[in-house]
Nanobody
Framework: QVQLVESGGGLVQPGGSLNLSCAAS????????MGWYRQAPGKGRALVAR???????QYVESVKGRFTISRDNAKNTVYLQMNSLKPEDTAVYYC?????????WGQGSQVTVAS
């Protein structure tokens, strides 16, 4: 059973930065994809960014140039550096480990961007 533990998040002013991290445990194999999703109030959960075990990254258009996803395979940890944050980035952010046939989720981290 894979467990994902997130840290980071919080309240930040528009234009500010935050860093999220997510550590995975319980996997004996490399995790094909690790990523971040977010769910804003009244909306569904949507992909923000993901990174493969070989370092290939994918971003939703609205965060390109502002967010950077990275991972440390030795630590089974994925990071999301969020810069130039906007109020519309406010959401609960969920870490994701995708094994294709099974998907695991972190507990969620609240990110609030407000002045």
């Amino acid at each position: 059973q894979v467990q994902l533990v997130e840290s980071g998040g919080g309240l930040v002013q528009p234009g500010g930065s935050l860093n999220l991290s997510c550590a995975a445990s319980g996997s004996s194999v490399s995790i094909p994809y690790m990523g971040w999703y977010r769910q804003a109030p009244g909306k569904g959960r949507a992909l923000v960014a993901r990174v493969s075990s070989t370092g290939t990254t994918q971003y939703v258009e609205s965060v390109k140039g502002r967010f950077t996803i990275s991972r440390d395979n030795a630590k089974n940890t994925v990071y999301l550096q969020m810069n130039s944050l906007k109020p519309e980035d406010t959401a609960v952010y969920y870490c994701n480990a995708d094994f294709f046939t099974r998907v695991y989720w972190g507990q969620g981290s609240q990110v609030t961007v407000a002045s």
